[in-house]
């Protein structure tokens, strides 16, 4: 069964950058397709982004397609965000989720993971 670790959050002004990981233990990390999720306070768990096993398909929510960039590296077995131009709205607690399975594709239902790290809170201010 994976475990999985988020760290990299913060306080960041608007307009700035930040990089989430999500470093993963136990398991075979290249056997799961990863997302990035976020809840901000009084919301719903919504998608962000996700990864295939591989690395070689992405998916991006509308909200921040052009922004965030979702990468793995499957010898290091951690996923990340990069987070560029970062708006108040982006205020969340950002959570990575792992999907066991042999498909090759990406997935952006919450419903689809099977394992969730405990989550990182990014905070963006004006």
């Known amino acids: 069964q994976v475990q999985l670790v988020e760290s990299g959050g913060g306080l960041v002004q608007a307009g700035g950058s930040l990089r989430l990981s999500c470093a993963a233990s136990?398991?075979?990390?290249?056997?799961?397709?990863m997302g990035w999720f976020r809840q901000a306070p009084g919301k719903e768990r919504e998608f962000a982004a996700a990864i295939s096993r591989t690395g070689g398909s992405t998916s991006y929510a509308e909200a921040v397609k052009g922004r965030f960039t979702v990468s793995r590296d499957n010898v290091k077995n951690t996923v990340y965000l990069q987070m560029n131009s970062l708006k108040p709205e982006d205020t969340a607690v950002y959570y990575c989720?792992?999907?066991?399975?042999?498909?090759?594709?990406?997935?952006?239902?919450?419903?689809?993971?099977?394992?969730w790290g405990q989550g990182t809170q990014v905070t963006v201010s004006l």
């Open positions: 989720a792992a999907r066991s399975g042999s498909y090759y594709g990406v997935f952006i239902a919450s419903t689809e993971y099977n394992y």
């Open positions: 136990r398991g075979t990390f290249s056997s799961y397709a």
